[in-house]
């Protein structure tokens, strides 16, 4: 399913993030709607198989065990210890499966952010990415499990009535630090996705958040009440909001770590107007909406107005040549 040639789109900074993101989703909805139920289907299928992999044969191989519990016993499975090497590559075949999902979705909405046609097949074309993707995410994903692991056993070894209040202030100090880790090298996954190597994309995005960690902040705090909004439509607002999230991470890739943006046509927001300009390789004109000075340097005399043509003298109507008459 191809995209008609994608018409003007605002390119905004900040906040503005969210309708540059809309404007770009509106332009073809089909695309992202089918897409991402296909992607939907396809992952529901392979994790049920995946599952069922893990499930069936411990049920078949596992045996029962008595277990003492309050002075009683009673019956309880035992898991051959085979089956824990088999869960862990299972585990990871889970992993890559939504790595290569995520791969596909943002190399769309890269194609959206440089206003280029986007396809339904794109969301399963990221198997190039997939590794890289994943090993981006390694290091995030292994720290949060050295922060909640230890948390859970911990708290598995207090009853629901005993579990202290530090515990749980704990689990909140977690999931902010985790969410701000994830927050950091949110533009680097659209940079991975673009060919960036991990370890560059790791630089550029925890510097470009720095530069943008406000509007980032505000930006994730509305899209939060924007999902929340969305049980009320039964899930199907997120069928908008997560491409529309995907769209966003390619921006702030685009204004905070330079992701390069193909030359187009846009509307561009200067000093609250609107103008035409022509997109450029970062570092040129016009600059990232993001800079603080948009007019300075050199290219500024390019926005002055035209100097104006030069008058010309009045003809002498008696020097005027005669009908038919040609000049000498």
């Known amino acids: 399913m191809n995209m008609t040639t994608p018409a003007p789109v605002p390119r905004l900074h900040g906040t ?5 993101s809309w404007l770009l989703f509106r332009q073809n909805p089909a695309a992202w709607v089918l897409a991402l139920i296909a992607v939907f289907m396809v992952m529901m299928i392979v994790t049920i198989i995946m599952e069922l992999a893990i499930f069936v044969p411990m049920g078949v191989f596992s045996a029962f065990s008595h277990a003492t519990s309050g002075g009683g016993t009673f019956p309880t499975l035992k898991t051959p210890f085979w089956m824990y090497p088999v869960m862990l590559i299972i585990g990871i075949g889970e992993t890559f499966l939504q790595m290569f999902f995520y791969a596909g979705i943002l190399k769309m909405a890269n194609s959206a952010m440089r206003r280029e046609p986007i396809r339904i097949e ?6 190039a990415k997939t590794v890289p993707l994943f090993l981006y995410h390694l290091p995030i994903s292994l720290v949060s499990y050295a922060i909640i692991l230890p948390m859970s056993f911990m708290s598995s070894a207090h009853s629901s009535s005993s579990v202290p209040w530090g515990l749980f202030i704990g689990y909140g100090v977690a999931g902010i630090v985790i969410a701000l880790l994830y927050g950091f090298l949110l ?12 370890l560059q994309a790791y630089g550029r995005s925890f510097r470009g958040v720095l530069k943008e960690v406000w509007p980032l902040t505000l930006v994730a705090i509305i899209m939060t009440v924007f999902y929340v909004l969305a049980i ?6 997120w069928l908008v909001l997560w491409p529309m999230w995907a769209i966003i991470i390619s ?3 685009r204004d905070a770590c330079d992701l390069p943006a193909a030359p187009d046509q846009s509307y561009t927001l200067y000093g609250g107007q609107w103008s035409l300009t022509q997109e450029a390789a970062p570092g040129v004109w016009p600059p990232a909406p993001s800079a603080s000075t948009p007019l300075a340097g050199p290219a500024a005399a ?4 035209p100097a104006p043509l030069p008058e010309l003298e009045p003809i002498d109507p008696a020097e005027r040549p005669a009908d038919g008459q040609s000049q000498g």
């Open 187 to 198: 533009p680097g996954m659209a940079l991975v996705v673009d060919g960036v190597p991990v």
């Open 122 to 127: 794109d969301a399963f074309s990221g198997w």
């Open 251 to 253: 921006l702030l890739a």
């Open 232 to 237: 009320l439509t039964c899930g199907l607002g």
């Open 16 to 20: 503005g993030w969210i309708t540059e």
């Open 302 to 305: 390019s926005k002055e107005p």
